[in-house]
């Protein structure tokens, strides 16, 4: 055992329905609570709250991404274990699903004037829908 940085992260990825992705990357990339972090083999050790975005992880030259809501993320020098409320990868993204919530999203906030009308509320929605479309232009093997 020698005192060299670790080269690679053992990465994984666990929603309440399902592991996601145990795979060994190069790097990655989270929507940390104060906005994008990156993480390569060594980081020094934390935690931190992810809200809504892209997470990106480079293997080799292929960078893989998946769209990610809320949960947390501990990174060690050698791993990283994400544990997100909602995360899909990019291949996965029904592109008319998240079409169809953004477009109800923006017709709720085109609404403003309604009392009833959960601001927030539709912000989230929105905001999930155009992350949603943004990672699933992004899908590996897509024309960029
Ligand atoms: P919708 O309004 O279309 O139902 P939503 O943002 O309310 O979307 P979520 O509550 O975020 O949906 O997610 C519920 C489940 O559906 C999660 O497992 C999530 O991964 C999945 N999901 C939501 N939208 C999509 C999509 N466009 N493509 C693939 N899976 C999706």
Redesign the pocket.
Known sequence: MDSLLPDKLQLEIVTP?RLLLREEVEELQIPGKNGYLGILPGHAPLITELQIGELSYRQDKTTHYLSV?WGYCEVLPDRVTVLAE???RAE???VN??L??KERAEKRLAGLQNPDLDFNRAMI?LQ?ALV?LQVSQKRVGALQ
């Open positions: 329905d809501a909602i995360a899909e996965e993204i029904d699903r998240a169809a919530a929605s999930r949603r």
